[in-house]
């Protein structure tokens, strides 16, 4: 089954404890992606990886890394977590396209989500 | 800065009846186009999305959605809403490199 899965699902951890959240695709895509979701804010982009070895800042980087080693895989490091990364994470992949000439990134598939707590 | 804005955070509709809810982006260039769906708990599902020719793009669960360049709008419909059509929806742009999400729209179905 073609999926993106992500693990934890849920975490509760404390200010300054290092964490990571893995993200796996098997869909052989591409561009893969983090997002946190707050209420009344919607999603927003945290990093992104056009392919291996090739990430990016998106809107909202700061506190987070990432890293693109294996195609398959793109896990966010919270290497000293705060309250105010606590929220809902999401995973995203895409297969990239071509038309007229221009590179674009089709429709994502997302994983299930992690909630993110920190005390 | 490109951005997309959802202006209705929460719309009511009753159980049988039309529904459109509104999408503007902001982009230079003709965007690639998405509506996603988000159930109470669940992850995102995608309903349609916009590349390009066809301007009214159909998607699953009966909805529909028109991309209009002149108005920057992608706004998704529905001609008779169902009770499990209770969700949030968001609409995306894909500018590139990077995707953006409009806030969401709350959607609660009465019967």
């Known amino acids: 089954e073609a999926q993106v899965t992500q693990n934890p699902r849920y975490l509760i951890t404390v200010t300054g404890k290092k964490l990571t959240v893995t993200c796996s695709q098997n869909?052989?895509?591409?561009?893969m992606s983090w997002y946190r979701q707050d209420p009344g804010l919607g999603l927003r982009q945290i990093y992104y990886?056009?392919?291996?070895?090739?990430?990016d800042k998106g809107d909202v980087p700061e506190g987070y890394k990432v890293s693109r080693k294996e195609k398959r895989n793109f896990p966010l490091i919270l290497e000293s977590p705060s309250p105010n990364q606590t929220s809902l994470y999401f995973c995203?992949?895409?297969?990239?396209?071509?038309?007229?000439?221009?590179?674009?990134?089709?429709?994502?598939?997302f994983g299930p989500g992690t909630r993110l707590t920190v005390l | 800065a490109q951005s997309v804005t959802q202006p209705d955070i929460h719309i009511t509709v009753s159980e049988g009846a039309s529904l459109e809810l509104r999408c503007n982006y902001s982009?230079?260039?003709?965007?690639?186009l998405f509506w996603y769906v988000q159930s109470p708990g669940q992850g995102l599902q995608l309903l349609l999305k916009?590349?390009?020719?066809?301007?009214l793009v159909q998607g699953i669960k009966g909805f529909e959605a028109e991309f209009k360049r002149s108005q920057s709008s992608f706004n998704l419909r529905k001609p008779s809403v169902h009770w499990s059509d209770a969700a949030e929806y968001f609409c995306?742009?894909?500018?590139?490199?990077?995707?953006?999400f409009g806030t969401g729209t709350s959607l609660t179905v009465i019967p």
């Open positions: 995306a742009v894909n500018t590139g490199n990077q995707f953006y």
């Open positions: 869909m052989n895509h591409e561009y």
């Open positions: 982009y230079g260039a003709t965007p690639y």
């Open positions: 990886s056009m392919n291996v070895e090739v990430t």
């Open positions: 995203a992949s895409s297969k990239s396209g071509s038309e007229y000439g221009l590179d674009f990134f089709r429709e994502q598939f």
């Open positions: 916009y590349f390009s020719g066809d301007t």
